[in-house]
């Protein structure tokens, strides 16, 4: 009797603490499951230069109602001109199935470092916009969008 | 294909030195390759991979594209002009085709 119920004790607790771990991998999964696929696409774009904060700006809404065509506008203050400007400005998703978005490469014919699209969000997630410019700095900001219906499904 | 159909809004006239505003929207499927259809079987992969947009034959910009774009591509972007030509903009696809348009700009001191 008291073997049994020391034995079932110790089931409890292991089961306590199984679904305390899953719930914590439940919690940790949509924000990190797809990052090492974009730390990788990053290191190979900036030729492995960890971006500083700053610079970049993209704006998109809060929240996307329909995650098929979400608007996004992504900006560098930089003066364009030949000897300082913003080569590109690359947008990155950290939870769709492909990390890449699109590539936007400037010139200084340019004259404003700046462009907008849409996008596809799978579900709610960070959306990253990093840019280079002209000296080889690299800066970087990321956004939460909150998707009601995901827009890569079918 | 025949569905796909290039839109642009560039302004006609501008002053020297001007930075005028490009709006640019393709019809195209954009289909992922993540699509699978009825019988199960994924749908292949068919986008505009790449945008360019020239003047007077010098190259402004380029955007490359991935499947994460949106059906029918809107790109909005700037271009500083210091004189007058021909926007001429391309948008590549999977398949090999490359759908121009151009577009020819004014410029005034």
Redesign the interface.
């Known amino acids: 009797m008291r073997e049994r119920s020391a034995a079932s004790r110790r089931r409890v607790i292991q089961g306590a603490g199984a679904l305390a771990l899953g719930g914590l991998w439940l919690a940790g999964r949509p924000a990190e499951a797809d990052l090492p696929k974009l730390q990788k696409l990053l290191a190979e774009l900036t030729g492995g230069k960890t971006p500083q904060e700053g610079k970049v700006r993209l704006d998109m809404p809060e929240i996307a109602e329909n995650g ?3 608007p996004l506008t992504a900006s560098v203050d930089s003066p ?1 001109t030949a000897n300082d400007y913003c080569k590109v400005i690359h947008i990155l ?1 950290e939870g ?3 990390a ?13 470092a ?8 799978a579900q709610t997630q960070n959306v990253w916009a990093v840019a280079e410019m002209s000296d080889g700095s690299v800066w970087m900001t990321k956004t939460e969008v909150k998707v009601t219906i995901g ?4 | 294909m025949t569905d796909v159909k290039p839109r642009i809004k560039v302004p006609k006239t501008a002053k020297k030195g001007e ?1 005028v505003e490009i709006k640019t929207l393709v019809s195209h499927v954009m289909e ?1 390759g ?3 259809d009825a019988e199960g079987k994924t ?1 292949p992969r068919r986008i505009i991979n790449r945008f360019t947009c020239e ?1 007077n034959g ?14 029918n ?8 002009v210091e004189e007058s030509g021909t926007f001429v903009f391309s948008w590549f696809d999977d398949d090999g085709t490359v759908y121009k348009t151009e577009s020819k700009i004014e410029v005034t001191a």
């Open positions: 098929q065509t979400v364009m998703a769709n199935p492909e890449g978005v699109c590539s936007f490469k400037f010139t200084p014919a340019s004259g404003r700046e462009f907008s699209t849409r996008m596809r969000l827009g890569c499904g079918g | 930075i992922t993540q699509r699978k749908i003047l010098k190259p402004v910009c380029e955007m490359i594209l991935h499947p994460a774009i949106s059906a591509p809107y790109i909005s972007f700037f271009v500083k």
